[in-house]
């Protein structure tokens, strides 16, 4: 995680394809630089320069074996991010109950 405001949640992916790196944009507001140029996608090569928000690393090349997978290793619990419509019909809900409880006191 990147503590930056310039760095969306969700800002860019790196995967490996056939002994390469590629680095994508996930359609994030302040997108993406390798070697200074904007991109949406791109392979990586050794030596280029990767920039999200204001951090910046150098890519130092892959090696022959792929980096170890996510999916190898214990599965952490996602966060369920639901849809903002919910909270505030929860919300309405709550304040109804509390003026429907209070309201019918004498």
């Given at each position: 995680m990147i503590a930056?405001?310039?760095?969306?949640?969700?800002?860019?992916?790196?995967?490996?394809?056939q002994g390469t790196h590629y680095v994508y944009d996930l359609g994030s507001a302040n997108g993406i630089r390798v070697n200074g140029a904007k991109v949406r996608g791109v392979a990586l090569a050794p030596g280029d320069l990767l920039e999200i928000g204001a951090?910046?690393?150098?890519?130092?090349?892959?090696?022959?074996?792929?980096?170890?997978?996510?999916?190898?290793?214990?599965?952490?619990?996602r966060a369920r991010n639901f849809p903002r419509w919910v909270y505030w019909a929860l919300g309405a809900a709550a304040v109804l109950l509390v003026v429907l409880f209070f309201g019918s006191r004498p």
């Open positions: 930056d405001h310039d760095v969306s949640r969700r800002h860019a992916r790196i995967v490996w394809r951090e910046r690393w150098r890519y130092l090349g892959a090696t022959d074996a792929p980096p170890p997978s996510a999916a190898s290793g214990p599965r952490t619990p």
